[in-house]
């Protein structure tokens, strides 16, 4: 890592882009910009507004530096802890961006510091197995993500993604008349030899039907199933992307919320932030130390590592597909904004780079903490075993039991897998053990039991005042024939929830699983057992 | 204005969306924001990030007070002339948008104040004709045409503009398979009969396509035209968008930059801002101020008014447009930044209204300062006449001759209209008039000589170190069928160049046009009168 200069150049992946995407022109404007650096050059072309009249002078933003010690609660230890970063109208030597290059119009490339920062950033934590990869600024991974849609997907296409997806990345899809193609998890996220099954068997299973040139994944702490994918697995979905010619977009915005392995039943844990570089080497790989020939797309944002409302994130990819999408960036939606991109870029050059990695190795633990706590919880309320020793068919992880109830016939209400990454815990509910699931499924006029159980679960979980996400919400999206459990092909009595552990405090979590529990047990017809 | 009660509301325009904005699903978290609100609700649900690890504190701007006084660069009269403006992270009484909400996740439509703010400020200075318009924040009005060519155009539709027309516009409905259909421009920009003269032979012009539902333009000050529409004007094209059916599309990011009339041959004019209700009552009206219906989109900004960076502007709309755009705000983009939200928000609500109409009122004057010292720069090089007193087909404005060169017989190179709006002067230039072009127009070979003629000027304008924009560049896209000048029915011996004075200083300017003088006097065959 960090050394790419004999590493290949991107190969040709231009028949991926879509017609639209490759009908965009060059901006007219770039005969302009040939003749702009002549000495001397006057030039009445540009309409930009003079920078005088910014009424803006500069900007101080008073921040935590990186070095920061985080309570429990998740503030700095010392009140007085604080770094002053100011940003000035003009440029100054030691800044990275002046307000008056910021606030300015640009180019849709973004600023040029900050890109080289994200390049070098990339380079050393990342390590792309290509040389020539390019950075580009986004608004963040929706943005990133509506702009390679726009760029690879036609309607009718087929867009693979995880058994269990993000929902919002699915709404740009649908509308386009594209659909989903679900491959089927574990523990790991989606299984290689599922997907070389799906390509290989491609025209007897979707015949006349275009075959697939796109995967879609959250590979960190995916949401909602928090499963993050290690080395060894990307390797073996990178080759079977290779071998069947298939472009990876890796969403990767928890990619710095990775956590060690949950231990059951510690509670005094002590969360104490490791050096930038145990940090760095604790992270799973991304998809790109495999990519040898360019053809993933990761998107990165500071959504979840400094504050969603930066709306800022670039596109980490060959160049062809960045130059495909500045032209799309310029028309649509031009550079990030330049308060986030002054802000975030003069922070990062205070901080440095072992500054930033310290700052996420300490932000990590927080989210950790926060894991172990919501885990804590659910061992509370809940009597846990390991699923590898109990017979329950797909449960990985901890299996939870009405709390005192567990005996060799006990039933099993849910099992999860503690995540080592994100910010959900992904509860698959085993309908099929409860009395009042059996009752539902006997209904013959009901089409869906397991969407009609886990609506009625979710209704008495949001009375009993908690509210949890639906699993419904993240099933992909495969037309208009498929939408019931059963035409889905999907788990017979089985129902998921996601659970989010980030923002609620820990008497919260407590509380809140608490409730969940009395209306998990009496949905199974058992009586809480904490309550006797 | 200011009192819309008595109003009608938007009538159903429901018919205008195109399959992809009708085919979007409201986000399933309806169901889950439903229950929010529950008193003792535990939420489990939403994956937000913990404020307390955004690392900001709070942040100052140091910004000019709205009652500044600008010096003749645009600089502030007295160097400590500053008002800071703290926005810090929690909320605090006479704050509009803290940055521990700016910074968060929130819903597309971006935050409450901001938008109250902005609907409060659009009914004050432009009182839309109807009752129940809506705000929609979004990142500037690039992205704003965007989401309005995704929400009405179909792949092959007409999109109807003004004959010069706005190239990033272009771009965006080009790649998607729409083509323009221009309207003949005078003075005041579209020519109300000529659009219902189209609109009445459409099946007979265009036979076999589908009727034109859009109309884009650039009401004030127009780029590249530099045309201003009066009431009117206005009145006369909205009542004939009625007629047809057609949404207008009011792109209006100069609306703040109106200016008197050029006074010819004044050089101490002195610049003096207004009161804001003097102000506010020379601006010339919206759009809106005629839409009864609700079938004007307007597109406001922050760009030319506190700077292009910020991207932030704001839909005025009808609910039913309002509410799909949001649906595609949540997926594609997700609201402006939050940097930019507060930092607009808090500075607009430290001005007041009043004072943010002040700091308009003292800002146009520095762009109406720019507009004379470029009319005074062409007065310098050329000699000027009105247009009204030479008989030159379609000039409108003033006539520039040759220095020292005019006399009944002498020969007019370019006319143009000093522009009451915006940033930008568009040059006519009378290719006819020049035995250069003749020379070119005899030459069978040559398919364009109109714009072979102005590639040979604009080259030479940059060699002489002076850079224009070509009119080419502003043409509306009408098909690969009509490509030439001949071909699209262009004016035949006629070409443009677009001069943008809102950047260099008056000696550039002054410099910069005897360049252009010097290269236009010798294409039309005249030795440069000034340098006899």
């Not at 760095?280 to 040898?292: I, T, V, W």
């Not at 005042?465 to 017979?492: A, I, N, Q």
Request: hydrophobic fraction near 40%.
């Amino acid at each position: 890592m960090g050394s790419t200069q004999r590493l290949p150049n991107a190969i040709d992946l231009s028949h991926h882009l879509n017609t639209h995407s490759k009908s965009r022109n060059a901006s007219p404007l770039k005969d302009i910009l040939a003749f702009m650096s002549y000495e001397g050059m006057i030039s009445l072309a540009g309409g930009l507004p003079h920078p005088s009249l910014f009424p803006f002078q500069s900007t101080s933003i008073s921040t935590y530096p990186s070095s920061v010690v985080l309570d429990a609660a998740g503030m700095p230890k010392v009140e007085q802890d604080v770094l002053n970063v100011t940003i000035t109208k003009e440029e100054q030597t030691g800044q990275m961006i002046s307000l008056a290059k910021a606030l300015q119009y640009g180019s849709g490339l973004g600023d040029t510091s900050l890109r080289e920062w994200a390049r070098s950033f990339t380079d050393t934590v990342f390590g792309p197995a290509y040389q020539d990869f390019e950075i580009l600024l986004n608004s963040g991974n929706t943005d990133g993500w509506c702009k390679v849609v726009r760029l690879l997907c036609e309607p009718g296409d087929f867009v693979i993604c995880e058994q269990h997806t993000y929902p919002s990345a699915q709404a740009l899809w649908i509308p386009m008349g594209c659909q989903a193609i679900p491959v089927r998890m574990d523990g790991q996220g989606i299984i290689p030899e599922e997907l070389e099954r799906l390509m290989e068997n491609w025209e007897v299973l979707h015949p006349k039907t275009k075959r697939p040139h796109l995967l879609y994944l959250v590979p960190v702490g995916s949401n909602p199933t928090g499963v993050t994918m290690l080395g060894a697995r990307r390797k073996a979905i990178y080759d079977a992307c290779v071998k069947f010619d298939i472009i990876i977009c890796e969403d990767d915005p928890y990619s710095f919320l990775q956590y060690p392995d949950y231990q059951t039943g510690t509670t005094d844990l002590v969360y104490e932030a490791v050096t930038p570089n145990v940090y760095k080497a604790s992270l799973a790989p991304s998809f790109l130390a495999y990519d040898y020939q360019g053809r993933v797309i990761r998107l990165d944002t500071f959504s979840k590592t400094l504050a969603p409302g930066n709306r800022l994130g670039y596109f980490v990819a060959n160049p062809m597909f960045t130059e495909r999408l500045t032209r799309a960036t310029e028309v649509e939606t031009q550079a990030p904004s330049g308060w986030s991109q002054a802000i975030i870029g003069n922070l990062l050059s205070s901080w440095g780079t072992a500054g930033y990695l310290q700052w996420l190795s300490t932000l990590r633990l927080q989210y950790q903490r926060r894991r172990d706590w919501m885990c804590q919880a659910i061992a509370s309320s809940f009597d846990l075993r390991p699923a590898s020793s109990f017979d329950l068919p797909g449960a990985e992880g901890l299996i939870a039991f009405a709390k005192g109830s567990f005996s060799s016939s006990a039933i099993p209400i849910f099992s999860f897998m503690p995540p080592t990454g994100g910010m959900f815990i992904w509860a698959r509910l085993n309908f099929a053990s409860s009395p009042r699931f059996a009752e539902i499924q006997s209904d013959s006029s009901c089409k869906d039991p397991e969407q009609a159980f886990s609506d009625e679960i979710w209704i008495k979980l949001a009375k009993a005042l908690v509210l949890v996400t639906p699993g419904s919400y993240y099933t992909p999206w495969e037309g208009l024939e498929r939408t019931t459990t059963k035409e889905m092909g999907r788990e017979e009595g089985i129902g998921y929830f996601r659970l989010a552990f980030s923002l609620t405090t820990k008497e919260e979590m407590e509380i809140g699983i608490e409730r969940m529990a009395m209306v998990l047990n009496s949905s199974w017809g058992i009586s809480s057992g904490y309550e006797k």
